[in-house]
């Protein structure tokens, strides 16, 4: 069984740049979640995807945005990066359900210079 | 909306000791209560979790207790050991609300 898989592991970018950071979901997993999590701090929840379409978000900024395609597989844009967007970005995958356990991928390092 | 409110370490104790990790929730309803484990070096594992009152998880030796009464979930073990040294997370989950992290506790197991 694969586990959940994020590419690339690290990113630098400068201010005002856009990102796209991908997931790719563990096998039988039809529910991706994103998470930032800034250093010494929890993850803190972007938002979730089901069946391709957004169903349920954090307090994040339209600029951050994703997709969800048919293999389950994911993507998060961030538009207009900001020095405070700098954070491990954080895929999990999960069934359907708010009692299933979230499975997450190690992470995307993003550095904002 | 949720939150979770939970000790900050780092705690330190010594192999075999009794570990408490403390962990308060809000959250409307009845929503799913987890923790999570961040070994060095490795990525956000799941321990355990409950899903209603009053159930109990379990997994390598931790144990934690859904309370409805207390909006509590302490984590418990009876005897660690240093490969216990580790950032432990508590979190909620209501509904597509996603998961509501604490800030982490840093346990740290001295031999």
């Known amino acids: 069984e694969t586990g959940v898989t994020q590419s690339p592991t690290h990113l630098i970018k400068t201010r005002g740049q856009q990102v796209t950071l991908r997931c790719s979901s563990q096998?039988?997993?039809?529910?991706v979640s994103w998470y930032q999590q800034a250093l010494g701090q929890g993850p803190q929840f972007i938002f979730q995807?089901?069946?391709?379409?957004?169903?349920g978000r954090g307090n994040f900024p339209p600029r951050f945005s994703g997709l969800q395609f048919p293999n389950y597989s994911s993507e998060l844009n961030v538009n207009a990066l900001e020095l405070d967007d700098s954070a491990l970005y954080l895929c999990?995958?999960?069934?359907?359900?708010?009692?299933?356990?979230?499975?997450f991928g190690d992470g995307t390092r993003l550095s904002i210079l | 909306g949720n939150s979770v409110t939970q000790m900050e370490g780092p705690v330190t104790l010594s192999e075999e000791a009794f570990l408490t990790i403390n962990c308060t929730y809000t959250?409307?309803?009845?929503?799913?209560l987890f923790w999570y484990v961040q070994y060095p070096g490795e990525g956000l594992q799941l321990l355990l979790k409950?899903?209603?009152?009053?159930d109990k998880g379990s997994n390598k030796g931790f144990e934690a207790t859904y309370r409805k009464e207390t909006t509590s979930f302490h984590l418990e073990k009876g005897s660690v050991q240093v490969s216990d040294s580790a950032v432990y997370f508590c979190?909620?989950?209501?509904?597509?609300?996603?998961?509501?992290f604490g800030k982490g506790t840093h346990l740290i197991i001295q031999p």
């Open positions: 999990a995958s999960s069934s359907q359900g708010e009692d299933q356990p979230q499975h």
């Open positions: 995807y089901y069946r391709e379409e957004e169903n």
């Open positions: 959250a409307t309803g009845y929503p799913s």
């Open positions: 979190a909620v989950r209501r509904g597509a609300d996603g998961l509501t």
């Open positions: 409950a899903t209603k009152a009053d």
């Open positions: 096998s039988g997993h039809n529910t």
